[in-house]
T-cell receptor, first 111, second 111 residues
Framework: GENVEQHPSTLSVQEGDSAVIKCTYSDSASNYFPWYKQELGKRPQLIIDIRSNVGEKKDQRIAVTLNKTAKHFSLHITETQPEDSAVYFCAAVQGAQKLVFGQGTRLTINP | ETGVTQTPRHLVMGMTNKKSLKCEQHLGHNAMYWYKQSAKKPLELMFVYNFKEQTENNSVPSRFSPECPNSSHLFLHLHTLQPEDSALYLC??????????FGQGTRLTVV
């Protein structure tokens, strides 16, 4: 089955700097790669996603890249702000339904 | 509010009790999921249902028994749980393979 590895497990950056979180997946049949943000005490919520037929997608300060050959994808957050502090999860969808998450990255933005 | 509602929000049960968690969505989604969230494994997939049919059982112990009577409702029946089963149980739904919407979760404590 699908296995998603996420690194780093914790990340601390200065406000205004960039943050990068990386994930790898095992199943080449996976075709959809969402990223979720979970703030303390709240449910995970989608922030950006990318499909296997696209190499890069950007939404304001957030961008995601996908390398299908290497089976890895990354989340990039630029000009980080205190409200970006949260736990971020990458995920891969295998087939039609199986949504498998990485282990999460706790991002802390230092003022 | 994401359109996915879980009850109860908090549950304390003894190891000999039987209880059920409920999840409800009226988003017209075809897939529903149970996830376990703990410090050890932040978002661990337990079960997947697609059009009421179970399509994934991620080696979950039989003391957890899911039920999906229709595409809007999902239950997780619990019996003879162990203290290590204490965690946040999250339900999600999606019109796969697109964005999954999470409920608020049930915080379960087994005593």
């Amino acid at each position: 089955g699908e296995n998603v590895e996420q690194h780093p497990s914790t990340l601390s950056v200065q406000e205004g700097d960039s943050a990068v979180i990386k994930c790898t997946y095992s199943d080449s049949a996976s075709n959809y790669f969402p990223w979720y943000k979970q703030e303390l005490g709240k449910r995970p919520q989608l922030i950006i996603d990318i499909r296997s037929n696209v190499g890069e997608k950007k939404d304001q300060r957030i961008a995601v890249t996908l390398n299908k050959t290497a089976k890895h994808f990354s989340l990039h957050i630029t000009e980080t702000q205190p409200e970006d502090s949260a736990v971020y999860f990458c995920a891969a969808v295998q087939g039609a339904q199986k949504l498998v998450f990485g282990q999460g990255t706790r991002l802390t933005i230092n003022p | 509010e994401t359109g996915v509602t879980q009850t109860p929000r908090h549950l304390v049960m003894g190891m000999t009790n039987k209880k059920s968690l409920k999840c409800e969505q009226h988003l017209g989604h075809n897939a529903m999921y149970w996830y376990k969230q703990s410090a050890k494994k932040p978002l661990e997939l337990m079960f997947v249902y697609n059009f009421k049919e179970q399509t994934e059982n991620n080696s979950v112990p039989s003391r957890f028994s899911p039920e999906c009577p229709n595409s809007s409702h999902l239950f997780l029946h619990l019996h003879t749980l162990q203290p290590e089963d204490s965690a946040l149980y999250l339900c999600a739904s999606s019109q796969s393979p697109t964005e999954a919407f999470f409920g608020q979760g049930t915080r379960l404590t087994v005593v």
